[in-house]
């Protein structure tokens, strides 16, 4: 299995709170990914990295920030909490840069806005 | 624009059938990547195949098949003989260019498979 660890795995935040979910990888990869995964959406991409301290947005980028300070690190914080941002949030690490290689999955975060 | 769509929502089979997922792409890339990912009930996403634009050759692994067909743009899925820890959520995905320096992988919404004993 890959190294990938995601904390916490599961949080219960109030609206207008700020979250930071973490996540850690062992296997020195350049890429990483935060998805958030819903109900009939599947996985959708929130920010990326290509390296430290390059980030750019995905698809659903609106209200969430990332940063990546160290290799193995990448933080999403949701600057201001929203019962919209209910989901289960997923890491992922890939190797290359090419297109071939396949993406490796954190455990996920399940975090609840109420 | 780039999507992957999965049509069928939920599948529901008895132990020893076979059973196709369907998955349809749309880019207008000529190289990318599809992949499929097994979610079982535990949660985490579990690589299964990845195949490129310029390989079209179907795969089998044991139980597990794949037909990619540029011509439709699909990249379906066959479980022969199901069994009963092949119950997950499926998702196709598709690897696509995000300006530069990486490759977005875009999900299509999963498709649910139950096999019952």
């Known amino acids: 299995d890959a190294g990938i660890t995601q904390s916490p795995r599961h949080k219960v935040t109030e609206t207008g709170t700020p979250v930071t979910l973490r996540c850690h990888q062992t296997e020195n990869h350049r890429y990483m990914y935060w998805y958030r995964q819903d109900p009939g959406h599947g996985l959708r991409l929130i920010h990326y990295s290509y390296g430290v301290k390059d980030t750019d947005k995905g698809e659903v980028s609106d209200g969430y920030s990332v940063s990546r300070s160290k290799t193995e690190d990448f933080l999403l914080t949701l600057e201001s909490a929203t019962s919209s941002q209910t989901s289960v949030y997923f890491c992922?690490?890939?190797?290359?840069?090419?297109?071939?290689?396949?993406?490796?999955f954190g455990q996920g975060t399940r975090l609840t806005v109420v | 624009a780039q999507k992957v769509t999965q049509a069928q929502t939920e599948i529901s089979v008895v132990e020893k059938e076979d059973v196709t997922l369907d998955c349809v792409y749309e880019?207008?890339?000529?190289?990318?990547?599809l992949f499929w990912y097994k979610q079982p009930p535990s949660g985490e996403l579990v690589f299964l195949i990845r195949r490129n634009s310029f390989d079209e050759q179907n795969e089998i692994s044991g139980r597990y098949s794949w037909n990619f067909q540029k011509s439709t743009s699909s990249f379906n899925f066959t479980i022969t003989a199901s069994q009963v820890v092949d119950s997950a959520v499926y998702f196709c995905?598709?690897?696509?260019?995000?300006?530069?320096?990486?490759?977005?992988?875009?999900f299509g919404a999963g498709t649910r498979l139950t096999v019952k004993p």
């Open positions: 992922a690490i890939s190797e290359e840069e090419t297109r071939n290689t396949e993406a490796f």
């Open positions: 880019t207008r890339d000529t190289t990318y990547y």
């Open positions: 995905a598709l690897r696509i260019t995000l300006l530069y320096n990486n490759n977005d992988m875009r």
